[in-house]
T-cell receptor, first 114, second 113 residues
Framework: GEDVEQSLFLSVREGDSSVINCTYT??????LYWYKQEPGAGLQLLTYIFSNMDMKQDQRLTVLLNKKDKHLSLRIADTQTGDSAIYFCAESKKSGDSNYQLIWGAGTKLIIKP | SQTIHQWPATLVQPVGSPLSLECTVE??????LYWYRQAAGRGLQLLFY??????ISSEVPQNLSASRPQDRQFILSSKKLLLSDSGFYLC????????????FGSGTRLTVV
């Protein structure tokens, strides 16, 4: 199948770390992505990881990839109120016309408690 | 640099009225273009995608249609809106045959009353 699965909600306290998890099914996916959607806005590419990498770090963001288990996670250190958003996981899948389609998870809503 | 414009930002339309949402991309040529719908702030449903002028693939049979009259213009239309067409519509583009991901517009909130 083409399912990308994420839990729908995550609640964390301000200042703690947030870990958003995702599982995907296509082992041939070469790139995996995290997008952020703030209320009423479009999606923004937050970060991505190439499938031959285990980890990628970018300031407060750490992406971990376990290719064997097809598991992707996004860790946000020192979570701030501005991190409140829906986070979408996506995998790329090559289509018949040599283009790449993104297969999306349902999104995890990150709720920040004061 | 590349930019994507989507308008209008919000729209309230009566049931049975027509719809036209427009999306344009600047700063690139021959982009792949996409229309998504998002219900109740949740998951993304791919409605249409296009790899070139006049080439439209429909992912979900519905009351909507799409057209690409120019290379960087993508239009979502309906002849008669239904209540179930309400939602948040997102346009996106990607570079042809690459894995660079998608760039999204700011979205249109459509409410059918």
């Amino acid at each position: 199948g083409e399912d990308v699965e994420q839990s729908l909600f995550l609640s964390v306290r301000e200042g703690d770390s947030s870990v958003i998890n995702c599982t995907y099914t296509d082992s041939s996916s070469t790139y995996l992505y995290w997008y952020k959607q703030e209320p009423g806005a479009g999606l923004q590419l937050l970060t991505y990881i190439f499938s031959n990498m285990d980890m990628k770090q970018d300031q407060r963001l750490t992406v971990l990839l376990n290719k064997k288990d097809k598991h992707l996670s996004l860790r946000i250190a020192d979570t701030q109120t501005g991190d409140s958003a829906i986070y979408f996981c996506a995998e790329s899948k090559k289509s018949g016309d040599s283009n790449y389609q993104l297969i999306w998870g349902a999104g995890t809503k990150l709720i920040i408690k004061p | 640099s590349q930019t994507i414009h989507q308008w209008p930002a919000t729209l309230v339309q009566p049931v049975g009225s027509p719809l036209s949402l427009e999306c344009t991309v600047e700063g690139t040529s021959n982009p792949n273009l996409y229309w998504y719908r998002q219900a109740a702030g949740r998951g993304l449903q791919l409605l249409f995608y296009s790899v070139g002028i006049g080439q439209i693939s429909s992912e979900v049979p519905q009351n909507l249609s799409a057209s690409r009259p120019q290379d960087r213009q993508f239009i979502l239309s309906s002849k008669k809106l239904l209540l179930s067409d309400s939602g948040f519509y997102l346009c996106a583009w990607s570079v042809t045959r690459t894995n660079y991901g998608y760039t999204f517009g700011s979205g249109t909130r459509l409410t059918v009353v």
